[in-house]
């Protein structure tokens, strides 16, 4: 008998164990989003013209279900075309991307509180030093340069409303 | 003629030239830059040129589109690094050649390939375009939904690792476009009683979170990565003897260019890969490749420029978005209450010669900003990345922001950021679902107009014959990897 390079040793070699996880992921997510369509109003067919408002989605719905249940195995053909579907993501993400992450959403949070001017001065500052900025004069210039420049550009010339946030009770 | 010596007069304001040219200015400046594209920088744009003259908005938008291409080139040529992915096969031939001490020289060949490729390109594009409009208005609901089928097809073949994935997020995209209130019964989807998505989601925080946020967070894990950079003082033109040698690479990688642009959902990317193989393939001197050969620069960067205007073809003519950039526009020109497709081209055709002309300055434009600038584009990919992306953040809050003020805005964008991070690191790309969102609008009116003509028949749809070879075509296009493989074995 022939022995194929290409055919998996066992059982659990046909499964790519991230896009198990990521196709587990995904069926959940389609099942939920089905079960909305199914709350969506109904309307008389006379008024929708026989196409329910939830037809269109159920439809992608499925099709997307479909091709979901394919990328376990995925792997397989693609390693047969020479492409490595883990070379992305054999490292697992870095430190770094979920403190900016996490810093980026804290900022934009309290955003509302801090007004605009403040939101961009605590960007510039924050992941500059974040990222391992240390040189401070470079930072000193960045920070009060650019939030400068950003407000003139877009609050000044080209009239885009900034909240004023804490400055405002500052001033007051 | 007349059309076209109108759109000529709605460019040749001194303001639109001043746009067209700062396009063409921002467009080399973050083609060079790595890790900004051309369009993470059509997504920032388009909230900042709402409040604009539409045909000085969208000039700015093509001219960025053409120019970023070419910025690409001056960092693959000069650190190795492309600025952006259509330069990818430009480095193969251009560093080594930098390396040997002709860095000026690479540019030069890089920048006159590619006006040349532009310029073909756009020469196709004014003929071809209203010949596929006329074509077009002929075209009822079913045959829109069978070439809005075809189109999402294509994503399959994208760049990416995994066509499969593509059509994933390319249907996703349609998913979303599924949000807000159905416009024929007026029903509420997928709002979950956020009063923000009654209107569904909008298009410029999605477009600006997955290309500008998600790459802030890439970058984020190689902040300290060290680039060698060969000096070049200046941008050296090839002679006419060089030329001459060179015009038959140059004139076929134009064509395959401009064909593969024309394609919807192909992009640079592809074109100017197979630009390379062809140039190659028909090369004489086949073992100078990948040690500094000329075609090997010439080759790509033609078929890349020449994509850039053939993608705008099927944009402009058909409202079907011939690559991500072009998607990007697109979106603009409807924010602009423009309705992309043949009545574009038949209502106001001056409006679209005058993008083809912002599209011919741009492509002499970066010519002359590459002679004056290519040392200071050089030195770009050198501003520090702890700098240089919280500033493209900023760019992004006040682009989200503006754009509706509105901060759940703002959110959906960092919401797009970390799904596009993370949709990257499992290998579904961006553009597809950016393009499906575009696209999601009339693939469901196309297709609920086409289901209420043929009383819910669906069968009765390919009773037309232009719907029947979309279907064809959509078939031959999800199945191409199977026989593509099949005859590539033979």
């Known amino acids: 008998m022939k022995n194929n390079k290409n055919a998996p040793k066992s059982l659990g070699a046909l499964f790519n164990k991230s896009d198990t996880i990521i196709a587990i992921l995904l069926t959940f997510i389609i099942g939920f989003l089905w079960f909305e369509t199914t709350k969506f109003e109904k309307v008389p067919d006379l008024f929708s013209n026989n196409i329910p408002p939830e037809m269109f989605p159920q439809i992608l719905l499925i099709i997307i279900l479909g091709m979901v249940l394919i990328i376990p195995f995925e792997h397989i053909f693609l390693k047969k075309n020479g492409k490595d579907i883990d070379s992305s993501r054999k490292n697992s993400v870095e430190f770094s991307t979920i403190g900016t992450m996490f810093i980026l959403s804290a900022i934009i949070a309290s955003s509302q509180v801090l007004g605009a001017a403040l939101t961009i001065i605590a960007v510039s500052v924050s992941l500059p030093i974040y990222w391992g900025e240390r040189r401070l004069k470079v930072l000193i210039s960045y920070v009060i340069g650019f939030p400068l420049f950003v407000i003139v550009l877009f609050n000044i010339i080209l009239g885009v409303h900034f909240e004023p946030g804490l400055l405002e009770l500052i001033k007051n | 003629m007349e059309d076209i010596?109108?759109?000529?007069?709605?460019?040749?304001?001194?303001?639109?030239?001043?746009?067209?040219?700062?396009?063409v200015l921002i467009g080399v400046l973050v083609g060079a830059l790595p890790g900004l594209s051309s369009p993470m920088a059509i997504a920032l744009l388009i909230p900042f040129t709402i409040s604009l003259?539409?045909?000085?908005?969208?000039?700015?938008?093509?001219?960025?589109y053409c120019a970023g291409t070419f910025g690409g080139s001056i960092t693959a040529i000069l650190i190795n690094a492309p600025g952006a992915p259509p330069a990818v096969a430009t480095a193969l031939d251009g560093y080594p050649m930098?390396?040997?001490?002709?860095?000026?020289?690479?540019?030069g060949l890089a920048a006159v390939s590619s006006v040349f490729g532009g310029i073909f390109s756009l020469i196709i594009f004014i003929f071809a375009a209203p010949l596929l409009a006329k074509l077009a208005l002929e075209f009822g609901p079913a045959e829109y939904f069978g070439l809005a089928v075809f189109a999402l097809s294509m994503l399959a073949s994208m760049s990416g690792k995994s066509s499969l994935r593509n059509l994933i997020s390319g249907l996703v995209g349609v998913l979303i476009g599924t949000i807000g209130i159905h416009l024929t019964t007026g029903v509420e989807r997928f709002t979950f009683d956020i009063p923000d998505l009654e209107e569904g989601i909008h298009f410029v925080p999605v477009l600006i979170g997955l290309f500008a946020v998600s790459e802030l967070f890439k970058q984020s894990e190689k902040l300290n990565a060290v680039v060698e950079r060969i000096q070049a003082k200046a941008l050296r033109l090839p002679t006419l003897f060089e030329l001459k040698k060179l015009k038959y690479t140059i004139l076929r990688s134009s064509?395959?260019?401009?064909?593969?642009?024309?394609?919807?959902?192909?992009?640079?990317?592809?074109?100017a890969i197979i630009g390379y193989n062809e140039a190659r393939r028909w090369s004489k001197d086949k073992d100078s490749f990948g040690k500094g050969s000329p075609e090997g620069i010439v080759g790509?960067?033609?078929?890349?420029n020449a994509a850039a205007g053939g993608a705008m073809v099927p944009t402009l003519a058909l409202g079907i978005p011939g690559s991500g950039s072009?998607?990007?526009?697109?979106?603009?020109?409807?924010?602009?209450g423009f309705r992309p497709g043949p009545y574009l081209i038949s209502e106001t055709p001056e409006f679209v010669y005058a993008i083809f002309g912002a599209m011919l300055i741009a492509n002499l434009g970066f010519l002359f900003i590459g002679l004056v600038g290519a040392k200071f584009f050089s030195l770009v990919a050198f501003i520090p990345k702890k700098?240089?992306?919280?500033?493209?953040?900023?760019?992004?809050?006040?682009?989200?922001y503006s754009f509706a003020?509105?901060?759940?805005?703002?959110?959906v964008m960092l919401a797009a950021g970390l799904v596009g991070y993370f949709m990257d690191r499992h290998g579904f790309s961006a553009a597809p679902l950016v393009m499906g969102l575009i696209l999601g609008k009339l693939v469901e009116e196309s297709f609920s107009q086409s289901m209420i003509i043929h009383d819910n028949n669906f069968f009765a749809l390919l009773e037309s014959p232009v719907v029947l070879l979309f279907f064809v075509l959509t078939f031959l296009s999800l199945s191409s990897p199977f026989w593509t493989r099949y005859f590539s074995k033979k």
């Open chain 2, 255 to 271: 064509g395959i260019g401009t064909f593969i642009g024309i394609l919807p959902a192909e992009g640079s990317t592809v074109a």
């Open chain 2, 326 to 336: 072009t998607a990007l526009i697109l979106a603009a020109l409807i924010m602009h």
């Open chain 2, 405 to 411: 003020s509105s901060m759940f805005d703002v959110w």
């Open chain 2, 98 to 107: 930098a390396k040997n001490g002709e860095p000026g020289r690479a540019l």
């Open chain 2, 5 to 23: 010596i109108k759109g000529i007069g709605l460019l040749l304001e001194f303001q639109n030239i001043l746009l067209i040219l700062s396009g």
């Open chain 2, 387 to 400: 700098l240089l992306w919280p500033a493209v953040f900023i760019f992004s809050m006040i682009g989200s």
């Open chain 2, 53 to 64: 003259d539409p045909v000085a908005a969208i000039a700015m938008m093509a001219a960025l």
């Open chain 2, 300 to 304: 790509p960067e033609a078929a890349n």
